[in-house]
């Protein structure tokens, strides 16, 4: 149980580092890019 518990949590955390890091990148490649959320 403390097992999966522990799993979960690593899975959850690397999940939400992931998402940050697709995020930023993607930020990253907007201002390169065609801009379409920068013009509001």
Known sequence: ??????GTFVGGVAGVVMMCLLQVSGMDSRKEGNDVFGNQ
């Open 1 to 6: 149980m403390l097992a999966f518990f522990i």
